[in-house]
């Protein structure tokens, strides 16, 4: 059941959505991206949607301008949890709206008032999301995150505008504004890969998936638009114990090399006639209990897909 659950979810993510391959959004997110407030919330957002009549285009223009003008809040994201918490809805709106400022609750909580002013459904959507390797507790997994539903000509869509924004160092001190479009309605099993919702209805999925199912998947690091990730193996993961070896496999179009790591060791994959970088580990080759695949960009090593050993 969980072999054929990720499978389906990984032929899926490589698919892609040919509703946004089809539509070229580069000009409704150059004007998003050049538009300045003017006014109250419901009058800035009629005029960033006033040139489009379709409520894709709305949704994308109000997704790129949410992602693109605000600012991922460190400081905020360091308060205590209970005072984050203690924020009401409006404050958290108005901070986000009027001094561009906020954690996640802040973008997902804009880009809903900005759908309703524009008249399109759209909802916050809170729960778990997965960054790095860190293992959670699937009986016990932690609201740490918010992003939004959005429904388009009768169909409800995932998106992601705070990851879509940018990204923070390790230490959450310092914030990188960088537009990433592929937060932007999502195919299902796609976000399910990283996000995982308190309410099961969110996860827009033909059959529901469990906690546990979500937190034994490998971990997906975000990579570079400019690179194009369309296949990996293997799919679990959690890498079974007693094998004779373990044969990874990856094909990773834009980076200059790729390597397996195990905490301080690194083996340079090889690249086979398919395009596909391999490296095979035997068992006794293994240490510790992650293993990890990294990109090399220039002198920079990214981390791509990390795998647990033996649960």
Not at 34 to 61: C, H, I, M, W
Not at 105 to 110: N, P
Not at 291 to 305: H, K, M, N, S
């Amino acid at each position: 059941m969980l072999r054929a659950s990720l499978l389906l979810s990984l032929l899926l993510f490589f698919g892609g959505l040919l509703l946004l391959q089809a539509q070229d959004f580069a000009a409704i997110d150059q004007h998003a991206m050049n538009f300045k407030a003017s006014g109250d919330l419901s009058a800035t957002t009629q005029q960033l949607v006033a040139p489009y009549t379709t409520e894709l285009e709305k949704a994308r223009a109000i997704f790129t301008y949410v992602a693109t003008s605000m600012s991922y809040d460190c400081r905020e994201f360091h308060r205590k949890s209970e005072d984050r918490k203690a924020r009401t809805r409006p404050e958290i709106l108005d901070r986000a709206f009027e001094k561009n400022l906020g954690v996640c609750a802040g973008y997902a909580i804009l880009f809903d008032a900005m759908c309703e002013a524009a008249g399109l459904n759209a909802e916050v959507v809170s729960g778990t999301s997965r960054s790095g390797t860190r293992r959670y507790n699937p009986a016990r997994l932690p609201e740490n995150h918010a992003w939004n539903a959005v429904e388009i000509d009768g169909k409800w869509h995932l998106l992601d505008a705070t990851w879509a924004s940018g990204y923070t160092d390790p230490e959450v001190s310092k914030f990188t504004s960088s537009f990433d479009d592929d937060l932007f309605m999502q195919a299902p099993e796609d976000f399910f890969l990283r996000h995982f919702p308190a309410d099961e209805r969110w996860q827009l999925l033909p059959e529901t998936r469990t906690a546990e199912e979500f937190v034994n998947q490998p971990s997906i690091f975000r990579i570079p638009q400019t690179w194009e990730l369309s296949g990996f193996s293997p799919i679990e993961g959690i890498l079974p114990t007693g094998e004779t070896a373990l044969v990874f496999r990856i094909r990773l179009t834009g980076p200059d090399k790729m390597f397996l790591t195990m905490g301080s060791r690194r083996y340079e994959m090889d690249l086979d006639k398919e395009g596909y970088y391999y490296y095979r580990l035997e068992r006794d080759e293994v240490r510790g209990r992650t293993v990890t695949l990294r990109a090399l960009e220039d002198t920079r090593i990214r981390p791509v897909i990390a795998y647990r050993v033996g649960g």
